[in-house]
């Protein structure tokens, strides 16, 4: 992809990390891959901590005390006339505030429609429904994800089937689907996890090769881009959630985006009881056209929704130029390998900021004790996802009766189901090395990541004397 900001980007590269942040523009900001490529990893000097303060997680004095941002900002004076005036109105169902809300959302990523759900969760059902995935069917989905991306295929009676991940990316492994693919295989869900946008332009060319339905599990990844288009626009649908901890926080909360009318149609028919297109609370007996359920969100919700929204693009970028830093300066560490980004990618949501932590370079110090002495320093931190693709939950359904009328026995034996989906790679990321920051903290200072890069180094300063901890 070219970029206007190339020949920038190229002395970067000649020329070492020192004094970075004072070189760095905001547009530089937001591609990370070309900042850190070709650096190598060089000792790490210790003169920002006193050495003769031991680890916190020892009794030491820890790096740093102060609060991280406090997740999800409220600002009354600006944030709650519009709230207020629904709460008064005593129109609390479905009206002109969750339109509003829609029109912006689809506005925002540049989509034709948006339709506003209860949750993300929900949203992906209702797409899945809608674009016909039954039970029988086979559905390709990443395990380096959130249960709300695997619970709704199972809920439609389809199958998941794991892809594993690229460790570097921590996305789906475009070079790995197509081995998935069988003539059951009807749709993919890429989710971009993390807010980091999966690899889009591959996986459509090979969904387009073999006529799969693609939707986006953009859960996390709020205003994130490849070749500046949004994601959540790419497939023949987009989700997104607004539960509390996500980049555009409600409480509860989802939308379903896409460019087809017919479609969009239908998921707002299947999310109001399957009654027609645009009708609205208090109208009875217009006549039910398709199986649906009950999927709306309410005034009082898009109010909130509204009120965030005029905030997104800024923390949206407050992320990327703080994400961008940190991970110029710990990828020096050595044992820290942080995310990679497609090159095409031209923003990401950050919901999470992720780096792998190899314990060899540590003096074999563990994941779990890393993660303890980081905290203690007053870095919160944490191991991430589990492994989501040998969990009860899939045997549940399989000895379910939907299941066992629509799959042949052999497909629903656990062990051999749980064989065929081994991911190694993503057993590595979960079990091993990825180490997350959430997104809040991202939300701060240049000074706060120096905490985070400072702690880092401390604890790689004193592996030897944490190993005795447990
Ligand atoms: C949060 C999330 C969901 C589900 O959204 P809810 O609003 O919590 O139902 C699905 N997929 C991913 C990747 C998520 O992070």
């Given at each position: 992809?070219?970029?206007?900001?190339?020949?920038?980007?190229?002395?970067?590269?000649?020329?070492?990390?020192?004094?970075?942040?004072?070189?760095?523009?905001?547009?530089?900001?937001?591609?990370?891959?070309?900042?850190?490529?070709?650096?190598?990893?060089?000792?790490?000097?210790?003169?920002?901590?006193?050495?003769?303060?031991?680890?916190?997680?020892?009794?030491?004095?820890?790096?740093?005390?102060?609060?991280?941002?406090?997740?999800?900002?409220?600002?009354?004076?600006?944030?709650?006339?519009?709230?207020?005036?629904?709460?008064?109105?005593?129109?609390?169902?479905?009206?002109?505030?969750?339109?509003?809300?829609?029109?912006?959302?689809?506005?925002?990523?540049g989509v034709k429609r948006s339709l506003a759900v209860v949750n993300g969760t929900n949203a992906i059902m209702a797409a899945l429904?809608?674009?016909?995935?039954?039970?029988?069917?086979e559905v390709l989905v990443p395990p380096y994800t959130f249960i709300g991306t695997v619970a709704p295929v199972l809920a439609t009676g389809a199958m998941p089937v794991f892809v594993d991940v690229d460790p570097e990316t921590f996305q789906i492994d475009p070079a790995?689907?197509?081995?998935?693919?069988?003539?059951?295989?009807?749709?993919?869900?890429?989710?971009?996890?993390?807010?980091?946008?999966?690899?889009?332009?591959q996986i459509l060319a090979i969904a387009k090769k073999h006529n799969l339905v693609v939707i986006e599990d953009a859960c996390q990844a709020h205003l994130a881009e490849i070749s500046h288009q949004k994601v959540g626009t790419f497939g023949h649908a987009g989700c997104f959630s607004f539960q509390n901890s996500k980049n555009l926080a409600i409480g509860e909360g989802g939308a379903i985006v896409s460019n087809d009318d017919a479609f969009m149609d239908r998921c707002f028919s299947y999310h109001n009881y399957g009654n027609p297109y645009g009708m609205v609370s208090g109208v009875i007996g217009a006549g039910t056209l398709i199986q649906g359920t009950k999927l709306r969100l309410t005034e009082y919700q898009a109010a909130i929704g509204l009120a965030q929204l005029k905030r997104l693009d800024a923390e949206t970028t407050t992320r990327n130029t703080n994400a961008t830093y940190l991970k110029a300066k710990i990828s020096s560490i050595p044992g820290i390998v942080p995310y990679k980004l497609y090159d095409s990618v031209t923003r990401a949501a950050f919901h999470l900021f992720p780096f792998r932590y190899k314990k060899e370079s540590f003096k074999g110090l563990s994941r779990d004790v890393f993660l303890k002495a980081l905290t203690a320093e007053g870095i919160p931190c944490s191991k991430g996802y589990a492994t989501l693709n040998n969990m009860p939950y899939l045997n549940d359904a399989f000895q379910s009766k939907n299941f066992q009328k629509m799959y042949p026995k052999g497909m629903l034996n656990f062990n051999s189901y749980v064989e065929r989906n081994q991911c190694p790679q993503n057993d590595r990321l979960c079990n091993e090395e990825a180490v997350w920051f959430t997104q809040n903290m991202l939300l701060g200072s240049q000074s706060d990541m120096d905490d985070i890069a400072r702690a880092i180094e401390k604890i790689y300063t004193y592996a030897d004397k944490l190993l005795s901890q447990k």
């Open positions: 992809m070219s970029h206007p900001n190339v020949s920038r980007r190229e002395f970067l590269k000649r020329n070492s990390l020192t004094g970075l942040s004072a070189i760095l523009t905001p547009s530089l900001l937001t591609n990370t891959p070309a900042l850190t490529s070709g650096t190598t990893k060089a000792p790490v000097q210790s003169g920002s901590f006193s050495l003769a303060e031991p680890p916190a997680l020892l009794g030491g004095k820890p790096i740093r005390t102060a609060e991280w941002p406090v997740w999800p900002i409220w600002k009354p004076e600006q944030d709650e006339k519009q709230l207020l005036d629904v709460i008064r109105g005593g129109i609390w169902s479905r009206a002109s505030v969750v339109s509003e809300f829609e029109a912006k959302w689809a506005a925002t990523l429904a809608q674009l016909d995935i039954r039970g029988g069917d790995r689907i197509e081995a998935k693919i069988t003539p059951r295989t009807k749709a993919i869900i890429p989710v971009h996890i993390l807010g980091l946008p999966a690899n889009m332009p």
